[in-house]
């Protein structure tokens, strides 16, 4: 489902433009919730809000909220000052997509076709410009500046609570347009969710045992498609396509890339082969005991960087205290760190392991002031992914950027590809073959304890 985050511009203790009694704050407000109401209503649609009542907002938390929930848009809605009259748009005035540009021309069409000759409303057109929450989102951002707060004509029409209807579902129109929102269905359709079709019924059994050993109930229901026999995994229906479209969701990350949604009397494709059970790499927990002892961690690294800080006691006694695999946590800090020489965004100095906070070139992430609380902010930033409980008693919490994580959104390493890394596709599957060549060069190091060993013995 698309995700589309709302920003009503100021709020709080700043008021943005002001003008007698004015101010900008509370208009941008009144029309942000209006779009997202008709959006909901009308499309099926995962509508996120910066802001819904009068509180303070700084331009870094907007657009970290949009990043960290990987929004699909940004739209900013604010209003204008100092000088003018009407409405205009803004993307960035940097490198930006063409489907950026094609969103701002369809949003600013549809919004002018409504109000302009209604309302007299002088067009200023589509621009460009340096602000923060279209230059530090990544994801396509719009911002739009309904009319001047200081213009006496234009307060005029601001303050006609049928021009702030208008134009709130003109915007929401040109966004449903601009991103092909689907439309939501009819009262009393049922969506069902199928997990497989198969010809052959035992393949149909092998997935229903597999959706239950991952806590998902199904069960085979016998179709006739075109004329041949197929046996579908149902795994829930619902009178919600959200609630269907959140359950197909949850069996693709479990590893079933082919779920698929059907409402009463639909043939859809039936599924032309079994999908193939998810790999070891797609398995691999987050959660789980730490295998490797701490000198065993040291040592690996410093085979390629004898340089390297002892980390190891750390990544160890955090990762059991929170029950992360504390040695692959320590795989990851050396795929971000490049073997703790740092030669990316992050700084030796920051004791930062994992990258966190750093979005790109000027914003190394942030610090901390040991590498003990570094590497604690590392395991706790993990937990916050893997895990919905509290911080385990005792501990405090460290890492900044844990609050803004959806809780339990990643089982597994593979499931960080796209989420702690961005686009990310092979970010976990980095992290486990340096820890597969952990695992490896420690079972060597062993071998040759052993074959020492036995030398030693054979001596005597």
Do not use: C
């Amino acid at each position: 489902m698309t995700t589309i985050v709302i920003d009503p511009g100021h709020g709080g203790n700043d008021p943005g433009a002001t003008y007698r009694n004015a101010q900008e704050k509370n208009y941008n407000l009144s029309i942000a919730l209006k779009v997202r109401d008709y959006l909901q209503k009308n499309h099926n649609v995962n509508i996120l809000m910066t802001r819904t009542s009068d509180i303070t907002k700084s331009l870094n938390e907007r657009s970290s909220f949009a990043n960290v929930k990987n929004a699909d848009f940004y739209l900013s809605i604010h209003n204008n000052a100092a000088g003018g009259r009407g409405f205009e748009s803004y993307i960035y005035n940097g490198t930006v997509s063409q489907q950026t540009k094609n969103y701002q021309t369809i949003i600013h069409n549809e919004i002018m076709s409504a109000v302009r000759q209604k309302y007299g409303i002088t067009d200023r057109g589509q621009k460009r410009a340096n602000f923060h929450v279209l230059r530090e989102t990544e994801m396509n951002a719009l911002l739009l500046e309904v009319l001047f707060v200081d213009n006496e004509a234009d307060l005029k029409i601001l303050n006609n609570p049928n021009f702030i209807s208008d134009v709130s579902t003109a915007i929401a129109k040109g966004v449903a347009k601009a991103l092909s929102l689907p439309a939501k269905s009819p009262e009393g359709v049922l969506y069902k969710v199928i997990a497989g079709s198969f010809k052959d019924r035992k393949n149909a059994k092998d997935r229903v045992s597999f959706l239950l050993s991952k806590g998902i109930g199904s069960f085979i229901a016998p179709t006739m498609i075109t004329g041949t026999q197929y046996y579908r995994v149902q795994a829930g229906a619902f009178a919600k396509k959200e609630n269907a479209e959140e359950q197909v969701n949850k069996i693709k990350e479990i590893g079933i890339p082919g779920a698929f949604i059907i409402t009463e009397g639909e043939e859809a494709p039936p599924e032309p082969e079994p999908t193939p059970p998810p790999t070891p790499e797609e398995l691999f927990t987050i959660n789980g005991n730490t295998l490797l002892h701490a000198h065993q961690l040291d040592d690996f690294v410093r085979t390629v960087n004898p340089e390297a800080p002892s980390l190891g006691q750390y990544y160890v006694s955090y990762g059991k205290a929170y029950g992360i695999r504390g040695d692959a946590a320590y795989a990851q800090a050396i795929h971000e760190t490049d073997y703790f020489r740092f030669t990316g965004l992050v700084n030796k100095e920051q004791n930062n392991y994992a990258g966190i906070g750093a979005t790109g070139p000027g914003n190394p992430g942030v610090s901390f002031a040991t590498p003990e609380i570094g590497v604690h902010a590392h395991i706790q930033h993990l937990y916050a992914y893997s895990s919905t409980n509290t911080i385990p008693a005792g501990f405090q919490l460290v890492d900044p950027r844990f609050n803004l994580v959806t809780r339990g959104i990643a089982q597994t390493w593979t499931e960080l590809n796209g989420r702690w890394a961005v686009p990310g596709t092979t970010y976990g599957q980095s992290i486990i073959s340096i820890y597969r060549r952990m695992l490896n060069h420690t079972i060597q190091e062993l071998d040759q304890q052993k074959q020492t060993l036995n030398d030693r013995l054979d001596e005597l």
